[in-house]
């Protein structure tokens, strides 16, 4: 257990002194601000832009539009940048073989597994949040009528999803000793997901669910069989991938 | 119009000062690194203030090397 502290205190000033949790701070306060401009802002923009010998009927945008844009933000920028950040986690340190003096010293390999997780966990946890309740404080602001419900549902569903990518990136990060190996891994399995998506058997059980279905979810404000369906899956997946990559990481060569 | 904007300046400005923050961050870093050339320096330095928020975050993901 010192072990396991000692190392997340290294983890937390390693990711400080790389720029990681500024980058990652930055980037996910600016999408929780952009949701609600840009649902906002849009569809004045638009008709501005529009010839006025076309008439398109623009209908007043209201808080789902809000979230709507922090659903997509999220995947498309905040994810990424993520993963994209926490690529190199592992592949800096058989790199440098930094690794070799404190496993030889006698931290378990667990350990390390373990606590490399924790930290992207905690920063995941910590960086949606706060992404989260930006929006949610701007979408009050600008859009006094909204309502809560549904909402942890949805919101709750999209970081259950990034737990997911996080818990793949940390197993092929254990399975590759590249920084792209791990990156391809985690786009090579969203595209298997929206290429079984394609089959609606799979669709009612796909994880996939969890990060596209969350404006649905905002309006139905209740789980339907497939969502729970893909809860379960979710929540297997990030077990299996989290044991396969430790039980590889215990036989791993660290240089 | 005036009213539009000052309909935004809360969420603006916010955004504005995290650009902003973002951009200097970078500007310094790059200032004190001393594993750039002169002309690596000068590319960075544009990409930095002309891509906005992109810019910054490239380089101190990928320009910084190692320090």
Known sequence: ????????????????????????????AVVGLLSPLSARFLPELLSNMIDENITIILSDPTYIDSWMQFFSNMNQMALVAFVLVFSSILSKEYDKGTLVHM?????????????????????????????FAITLGYTFYYFPEGTTDGLFLSVGSLYLFGILLIALLMSSAAFFSTVFAPLLTVGGFLAVLFILNLFPFIEEWSPLQLASRNTELLIRTNADTALNQSLFVSALLILF??????????????? | MMQTISDYLPILIPLFILQLVLLVTAIIHLSKNDRLTQQNKIIWALVIVF????????????????D
């Open chain 1, 103 to 131: 496993v030889t010293k006698g931290l378990p390999r667990l350990t390390i597994y373990y606590a490399k997780f924790t930290v992207m966990l905690v920063s995941w946890t910590f960086f949606f949040w706060m992404s």
């Open chain 1, 1 to 28: 257990m010192r072990g396991f502290k000692a190392f997340i205190i290294k983890e937390i000033k390693e990711n400080t002194r790389n720029y990681r949790f500024f980058i990652l701070g930055i980037v996910f």
């Open chain 2, 51 to 66: 891509i906005n928020i992109i810019g910054p975050i490239i380089y101190l993901v990928f320009g910084r090397k190692e």
């Open chain 1, 241 to 255: 991938f989290l044991v396969i990559g430790s039980i590889k990481f215990r036989k791993k060569a660290l240089n």
